[in-house]
């Protein structure tokens, strides 16, 4: 129904930013709330941000508020997320998401579609 397709990752020195994309394709999304979760090699998948279908809300995670920023556009079928200051503890696969109602919610299993993720690699 919804494919989720990331981009923008890669790698970059302690201190420096990057911004990643993530677009809808197969279909458009409406009324959808999107968000951003990541996981480290032998972490857990942590909430990162979401925002609401209109964009109006936003919800972050603690560790990553103040040095990252969520956003959509594109007729809001495509989520940004601007990362600056970043720490090698931020290297992680950034996966996109997306549900079926227009929350910005912090649980993984609130979100019903999922991109294949893009790596960050922060160096020291």
């Known amino acids: 129904q919804v494919q989720l397709v990331e981009s923008g990752g890669g790698l970059v020195q302690a201190g420096g930013s990057l911004r990643l994309a993530c677009a809808a394709s197969?279909?458009?999304?409406?009324?959808?709330?999107m968000a951003w979760f990541r996981q480290g090699l032998g972490k857990e998948r942590e909430f990162v941000a979401a925002i609401s279908s209109t964009g109006a809300t936003t919800n972050y995670g603690d560790f990553v508020k103040g040095r990252f920023t969520i956003s959509r556009a594109g007729a809001k079928n495509t989520m940004y997320l601007q990362m600056n200051s970043l720490k090698p503890e931020d290297t992680a696969v950034y996966y996109c998401?997306?549900?079926?109602?227009?929350?910005?919610?912090?649980?993984?299993?609130?979100?019903?579609?999922w991109g294949q993720g893009t790596q960050v690699t922060v160096s020291p």
């Open positions: 998401a997306a549900r079926d109602s227009w929350a910005a919610r912090t649980r993984a299993l609130d979100y019903d579609y």
């Open positions: 197969g279909r458009t999304l409406s009324n959808n709330g």
